[in-house]
């Protein structure tokens, strides 16, 4: 993986990071780890980018609501 895929597949975890709540970082950190791992099959790497970019952008969701 060059750093452009590296970077993408890291999206979830550091939109996590903007979250004020450390719920959804390990989660997100996880499906980082398993997109990476997974590059050698996109379909699988999707997926689990697809579900951590969704915990990430809840998290932000409900960061950016309470305030």
Same mark, same amino acid.
């Given at each position: 993986?060059?750093?452009?895929?590296?970077?993408?597949?890291?999206?979830? =975890?550091?939109?996590? #990071?903007t979250s004020r709540k450390g719920k959804a970082i /390990?989660?997100?950190?996880?499906?980082? !780890? =398993?997109?990476?791992? #997974?590059?050698?099959?996109?379909?699988?790497?999707? /997926?689990?980018?697809?579900?951590?970019? !969704?915990?990430?952008?809840?998290?932000?969701?409900?960061?950016?609501?309470?305030?």
């Amino acid at each position: 993986m060059d750093a452009l895929q590296m970077s993408i597949a890291a999206m979830p =975890f550091l939109l996590a #990071l903007t979250s004020r709540k450390g719920k959804a970082i /390990v989660p997100c950190l996880l499906t980082s !780890l =398993f997109t990476v791992l #997974l590059g050698g099959e996109p379909h699988r790497a999707v /997926v689990a980018w697809c579900v951590g970019m !969704l915990i990430a952008a809840v998290a932000l969701r409900e960061r950016l609501r309470t305030g």
